[in-house]
Each structure stands twice: as C-alpha cells, then as structure tokens.
C-alpha cells in the first residue's frame, strides 16, 4: 500500500471493495490501534508541512535592494561629505523608515500555510478495533474508516465506501456553487474532473445532507487540500510595477548625478577655479540631482491610499500593492461568491402555461412574483408542495439546511406561502428523502381524512410519475402535448443556465396509507404543477462594476466550477464577452496555444487550481498585468501567482485572504473599481512628484552648469542648492502625493508595465521647464550683476529659482488641462506647503541671523516682485501651450467631421 498523488488520481476507478483491500482494512473492524500507530509513525501526521520561516534578518535586508534605495544611501554619504549632516541623517531615516514598513508588511503577508493548518477538521469520528471513537484529526491514517455526519468537515481524502442521501458543499475546493451527491458507485473514465467524482471525499469541504463512511486514502500534504499548499508554498511573487519603475528611475537618476559631477569637476579645473569649491559644488549639485524624497512620497502616498481603500471596504497587505490595480489590464475572476451572491435563488416558475418571473436575491423573503400581465394564477399548486416538502429554515435572510431547500422557502414567501404555518397545519408523518437512484424528494402530509403527497424532483422523473397537469381553470390530462409544453419551458429554462426543478402532488386516502411500508407506491399518477428555476444569481452591483472596468480598458474573464451552459448564461447576463472552454479543452491546449488565445476567451468553466494558475501565467506571458479574485481554498495559487489577488473577507477562506494581497471586507466586486480607481490615483500623483521633482532638478543642473559658460559667476552656493532641495523634496512633494483624482482618470486604457515613470516625452517637457528656470533665474541673475553686487544678484537668483518651484507645482499636477480646474483648490495640504516654502525663504533671505548661513542679503518690495513676476512665466507659459493644444485639437476634430 502506497500514498501518493498516482495512487490518489486512481480511487474513483476502483470499486470499495477493491479500495479496502488495497489499504488492508476491513470496513467492519476498521484499523487496529497497532496497525494506525505503525501507519501513522510511516505517514506522519495528518497535517500540512510547514517550510522553515525566512529568517527576520534576511526579509530585513531585502529592504536594501532596490538601485533607487542605494542611490539614496549614496546621496546621504555624499552629503556627509561637504558637511550637511542634517540632509545626510535625513536621507538615511527615510531609508530607515522604508525599510521597516516593508519588512512589516512582508512578515505579516507570509502566513498562508498557517491558515490552511487552521482549516483541518480538529477531530473525526472513526471505527477501529471495531469500536466507534472521535480521535484528532492529526491521527488518521490511510485505511481509517470515517464516519460522516451532517455538518461534518471531512477531514482527509477518501473512497466512499456506503453512503445515504448523501451531499458534500465542495464550493470551496472546486468552485461548483451547488452541493453535490456522493455515491459508492464505481466511475469509468480516467478523464473523470474533480468536480465529478462522485464517489470521492476531499479534505475541508463541508456535508450538507445525509449519511457515510469513508476509508481514507490520502492525509495531510498528499490530499487535494496538500496539493494546493505545495502549490501556494512554490508560487513566485512578481515585483509590482511601482517597484520596476522605481528601480529604473534609480539606474537613470544614478547616471545622471554621475554625469553632473563630472562636468563640473571638468569644466572647473579648466576655467582654474579652486578645486575644493569645485568638488563641494559639484557633490551638492549631486546630492540635488537625485530626488531623494521620492521613496518618503511613494510611501506616504501609498499608506494614504491604503487607509482610503480600507475605509472603502478594501484592506491591502503590502503598500507597493496598492498601485497594481492601477495598471491592471486583465481580472480574473471566480464566479462563486465575487460575482454573485452564493446562494441559490428562484428566478422563474412555470404553472398553468405560464412563464412568471421572480424578483430579489438569495434566501431573502422580500420581492415578487410577476408575468407578462397583471393575471397570475393560483400559486398555492406550486408553492405549498415546495414549502412542505423542505427541511431548511429560513430566519431573517439567513438559512440552515439544504441551499435549494432555502431557495424553495423563500420563493414560497415570496408568493405569500407560510412554510412554518404549514407545517404545523399539516404535519409530516412519512417521508422518502432525495436519492440519486430515484431523483425526487417527497414528504407525506396528514390532512383531514386523506395523506398528501408533496413531490419535488428533476423534471423527466416527475413527469414519468404524472398523470394530470394543473391548469388554473381545471385539471388536465398530461397528455403528449402537455409533455411537450413542458419540454419545451423546461429547455428555456435550461439555456438561461437555470437549474430545473419540477414539483407535482397527489393525495391517498387515510385508510390506503401505511407510513412503514412501500411508500414509493404512492408516488405515482402525481398532478404535476409545475417547474422552478433556480440559480446563483450575480450580484446587483456586479454588472456596472463590470462596465465600469470596460471602459476604463480593463478586460474580465471568469474563472467558474459551473457546468459550461450555466457560466455563458452568467456571463451573458453580467456583460462578459468571448468565447466559453471548459477545463477539458483548457487541458488540450500546450501553454503557447493558450497564451495565444486567451484574448478571446472570456469564461473558462470546470477550471482546476493549477489550470488557473496556467491562466494566469498566460495573461501574464502576453504582457498583462493581471489580478485575480477568489474566495476559495482553489483560489489559492493563482491569487498568489497574479500580480495582485484580490480575496473575499467575509465568504473567504483563511487560505484565500493570507495569500491574497488584498482582502475586499464586503466581498463586493464593485470595490474593485474604487481600488483601480485609487491605484490610478496613486501612480498619477508620483508622476505629479516626479513631473516637479525632476524638473526643479534639471533647472538647478541647467543654471549652474551653464552659468559659467556664458560669462557668470556660479548663481548659487552649495548650502543654498542643499537648501532647494530639502524644502522642494519636504512638504510641497508630499502634498503632490495626496492630490484628489483628475476627473478623466477611469478615462483611458491601463498603462502598460514597459511604460517608464521618465519616458523621453516627459524627459523633453521636464527639460522646457528646466530651461524655463535656467533661463528666469540667470537672467535676474545677470540682471543684479548689472545694477549691484554679486551677493545682492545671487540672493535675487536664489529667491527666484525657489519661486519658480511655487509655481511650477501648479505645472505638475496636471499634465494636459488647465490647471486652473474644479481642482485647484481642493489640495489643501499643497496650498499650506507652498506658503510655508514661501515663508522659509523669506526668513532666510529677510532675517539677519540665517543671512550669514545662506551667503544672502535683504531684498526690497521690488525685487521680491521682480522675482515673482519672473518666476509666475513658468505657469503662464505652460498654460499658453496646453490653450493652443485644446485649440489645435478642436480645429482638428471639427474638420474631420465636416
């Protein structure tokens, strides 16, 4: 006897006996306690393995890889250097703090094989020694006999070995919303889904009805459940965009100050200048050419988004995360609690000829039963043999018992049934549960001197048991066209994805009726009333969340457990275009044929785990960026596996939301696109920061490089560049970062991960306003040297240059409109930091004691006007440009529509 993932593929093709004897056990006896201690001491627990924990030191310093971290590290050395202590322990705290929010946050998200620990059934009940005893469920063993009861989590794999009107909620393994009934039978076919093996039991999921014994065959890493923790343990997270582009930012910002140093070290020692001023000058410019507080803003615009999305019902683990939505390109979706509401609902009935509609969601009571006019027909026919024929109960939208029995009760309230009035009115005294050999569930009722018998079941069984048809103005004879109108509501029913459900009812005389003997005799010449249609219906917000992700170029694709009809129906209805396969067809394609037709699929149904984390790799092999929503143990992986997985908090299981990246605490679908809208947000405002950080920096570099090139003295010192940028890279940089969104953001389609943050159109813009300042700033620079000394002209240009900043801040936060938008004033934070900036330079150039620190003197009313006037040309120039676009582009647009 072996245990392995061969061996367990093969159980549904043997038959019990076969597999009893396989694991040597006789069903009757079960196990002796020697024969379990020596499996047990063989196979180990009944557990899952856990892999030893990354050390705290190693997760620590992952923190310092990234190149824009070790450029920074660098900068606070530099700055060391000439002296700026204060900007150097600045920069190295910044790091500091980085560091450890990320190593915060990376801890806390590595706990999702503690979470699938958590899931095992704590004890089971079993037969060994011939004695039935409840042990833990870490001592079973291949060959125990499991006996299952209702409410039972099945606490490892096994063979079916006897089982009565028996079904198992596998929702969380398979993604099948419906329960499924288990059998002893022996299947054929090697081919056989997981979702259909019939005669198998699977660890964690849930019995619903019935009763059975089992013999295990697989525990702890070698059941389905261990599978999908290997899965999960080996899946790869891939760097977030943000991450990318940080690094690529870095590599670029490095080669810059590298560049800067060495043209001033160069072009100082040819004019003769001292080489000590030189070398400080050139590292300060240095130091400001790398805009060190771009990871202080990714990180507090991150944390500010994070907090955003948590108050909008989605909690993110990871803060370089919170952007991926933002670039995301493809969702990936489970049906099954994400799309809709997981519970099964009557959505249409057909009686007396007609075809009614019923309204509301789940196993909540309130909506209606309508039809194509204000008639209906007597209901009661239908609804009382659903309503008494039922042993769910329904209590203020919550139920207990069987998910169709549930449906069936409240479309019976809905259609002004009262099942618990019923019930008491006319009691129970026999019953013939629901069997998969006889596909109907029928309850017999004592009223007056006759037994009603309520029948429930699949439609072609209860029409074979018929013989009359009820029809509002008189009973008739189902007779072949009856049959055919009943084929035929059936059949639309069916193609909507429905799940058909026929109900009839008879009578017996009191007097014919013996309650302990045949009663399947009495189940026969039935009166049919009717077909319920049931299904889990989507959610009400799902279909414009979904509208709302096409228009903002996002694709969707669903991943399901359903049957191929029911998902297109589904998709149908929710807006999800492209073709349907089926896990079959998925297994026929090689990885490249699926990477090449996954455009044009739109549902994928009877999906494995791994098939999905195929899926995922494909979208991601054509370059999406893709997230994936789940909710169940078979989310796991490919949560995992996507850029980010997006589980559901209150359906999820443990293992789905500790290997998501971020939880939607009201599994609503619709959170999705708040969460894209953010993550669009987040990364447009870093842009903001880059857009004015960079721009500052090649105005700096541009000034101080070509000043000596035409003929000026250097404009500015070292202490008043470290100066521009410590208060350009403090507040104003971080009040970019929070910036409401621009309207148009859901606008446009996803930008690409290849995009760079520094992308030469953007480079050539920076560099206009660079010049911008470059040009303003030794201007008055010269100008000054014209009309008074050279520490009058150099505090003009320093005042200047950081006036240019106060406007160019309007210049960055919006790249094509008008600044001046509903927007300009509802940054308050921006407006505060900018008239602090405007604050501390007039300090320092006005106030006596930080004249002496800042190589300045005192300026008139006139030159701060001056220096104003001069500095406001950045806006206003900028805003001539984006006018004459807006211009250029309507001119443009009305010609080509004449």
């Known amino acids: 006897m072996t245990q392995n993932k061969e061996q367990a593929s093969e159980w549904h093709l043997v038959s019990a006996s076969e597999a009893t004897e396989r694991l040597g056990v006789n069903p009757a006896i079960g196990l002796s306690s020697a024969e379990a201690a020596e499996r047990l001491a063989k196979y180990g627990p009944n557990r899952l393995e856990e892999p030893p924990p990354r050390s705290r030191w190693l997760l620590l310093l992952d923190q310092f890889k990234g190149v824009l971290i070790l450029v920074l590290i660098g900068a606070a050395l530099l700055a060391a250097a000439i002296g700026d202590l204060v900007d150097a322990a600045v920069i190295l705290v910044v790091v500091l703090i980085n560091a450890v929010l990320g190593f915060s946050q990376e801890h806390r998200a590595k706990q999702s094989l503690v979470a699938l620990k958590r899931m095992l059934a704590p004890t089971a009940e079993v037969r060994r020694d011939g004695v039935k005893m409840s042990l833990s469920a870490d001592s079973l063993v291949p060959g125990d006999i499991v006996l299952l009861d209702p409410g039972d989590r099945v606490p490892a794999d096994g063979r079916v070995i006897e089982a009565f009107s028996f079904e198992v909620d596998e929702s969380s393994l398979t993604g099948e919303s419906r329960t499924v009934g288990k059998h002893a039978k022996l299947l054929e076919g090697p081919e056989i889904p997981l979702a259909e093996r019939a005669n198998l039991f699977y660890m964690n999921t849930t019995v619903t009805r019935g009763r059975a014994e089992m013999v295990v065959t697989a525990t702890g890493m070698n059941t389905e459940l261990g599978l999908l923790a290997n899965m999960l343990g080996t899946a790869e997270e891939s760097p977030t965009p943000l991450q990318v582009q940080l690094d690529h930012l870095g590599r670029r910002l490095a080669l810059i100050a590298v560049i800067v140093v060495m043209v001033m070290l160069i072009a100082g020692l040819l004019r003769g200048e001292p080489w ?62 994400t799309l809709t509401v997981n519970q099964l609902t009557a959505r249409q009935l057909y009686t007396s000829g007609k075809h009614l509609q019923v309204s509301g969601e789940g196993y909540e009571t309130r909506g209606r039963i309508s039809g194509e006019d204000d008639h209906l027909p007597d209901l009661e026919p239908l609804l009382l043999p659903v309503a008494l024929c039922n042993d769910a109960q329904l209590r203020t939208g919550k139920m207990a018992g069987d998910p169709m029995d549930g449906a069936l009760l409240a479309v019976a309230a809905k259609g002004g049934v009262d099942p618990v009035a019923l019930k008491m009115r006319y009691p129970r005294i026999a019953e013939i549960p629901f069997d998969a050999e006889h596909k109907y569930h029928a309850t017999f009722h004592l009223v007056g001197d006759r037994v009603r018998v309520m029948v429930k079941g699949a439609p072609e069984v209860i029409a074979k048991n018929s013989a009359m048809v009820y029809d509002e103005n008189g009973d008739l004879t189902l007779d072949d066209y009856q049959c055919q109108l009943f084929k035929q509501a059936n059949e639309k029913m069916a193609e909507t994805g429905l799940r058909v459900l026929a109900v009839a009812w008879t009578h017996v005389p009191v007097r014919d009726f013996d309650p302990s003997g045949n009663l399947f005799e009495h189940v026969k010449d039935l009166v049919f009333t009717g077909l319920i249609g049931l299904m889990d219906p989507p959610r009400p917000e799902a279909r414009k969340a979904i509208e709302l992700c096409h228009q903002a170029g996002i694709s969707i694709k669903m ?11 589904i998709a149908r209805e929710l807006g999800i275009t492209g073709n349907v396969v089926t896990s079959a067809e998925l297994d026929a394609m090689s990885d490249e044929q699926l990477s090449q037709a996954i455009t044009d699929i739109g549902v994928f149904t009877r999906a494995t785990p791994e098939q999905k984390v195929r899926i995922v790799c494909a979208l991601k092999s054509r370059g999406h960026v893709t997230a994936m929503t789940g909710d169940g143990v078979n989310d796991a992986p490919a949560l995992k596996t996507a850029d980010i997985g997006v589980a559901m908090g209150q359906s999820g299981t443990d293992v789905a939301r500790d290997a998501a990246t971020m939880v939607l605490t009201d599994d609503n679908f619709a959170t999705i696109v708040k969460a894209v809208k953010e993550g669009r947000t987040i990364y447009d405002n870093i842009v903001k920061f880059v857009r004015f950080q960079l721009s500052t920096n090649i105005g700096a570099i541009l000034t101080v490089l070509l ?75 010269w100008w000054g040297l014209q009309t008074s000394s050279q520490l009058h002209a150099q505090s003009m240009a320093f005042t200047t240059f950081v006036l240019f900043q106060v406007f160019n801040a309007f210049n960055a936060r919006v790249a094509r409109r008008s600044t001046f938008n ?34 300045v003197e005192a300026l008139s009313l006139a030159d701060w006007a001056l220096a104003t006037a001069v500095a406001s040309s950045i806006l206003i120039l900028e805003e001539l440009r984006k006018l004459m676009l807006r211009i250029f582009r309507r001119f443009s647009t009305a010609e080509n529509t004449e």
């Open 276 to 337: 000590i001023q030189m070398v400080l000058t050139a590292i300060a410019l240095a130091v400001a050419a790398i805009p060190e507080g771009l990871p202080a803003v990714v990180t507090v615009t991150l944390a500010i988004g994070l907090q955003r999305m948590a108050r909008n019902q989605a909690i993110v683990k990871r803060l370089a995360a919170v952007e991926t939505l933002g670039c995301t390109s493809v969702i990936c979706t489970d049906k099954t609690g």
């Open 559 to 569: 991943i399901t457990g359903d049957q191929k009809k029911t998902a297109a129906a």
């Open 707 to 781: 000043s000596p090139f035409m003929g000026l003295p250097l404009p500015f010192t070292p202490v008043q560049l470290l100066w521009v940028n410590i208060i350009m890279d403090g507040p104003p940089a971080m009040a970019l970062g929070v910036d409401p969104a621009q309207p148009d953001i859901m606008s446009h389609k996803p930008r690409k991960t290849t995009d760079q943050i520094l992308k030469l159109r953007l480079l050539g813009k920076l560099a206009t306003y660079g010049m911008t300042m470059m040009v303003g700033t030794l201007g008055v620079f």
């Open 822 to 855: 509903a927007n300009f004033f509802r940054n308050r934070m921006l407006w505060l930091a900018l008239a602090g900036v405007v604050t501390l330079q007039v300090v320092a150039v006005q106030w006596a004691p930080a004249q002496g620190i800042f190589s």
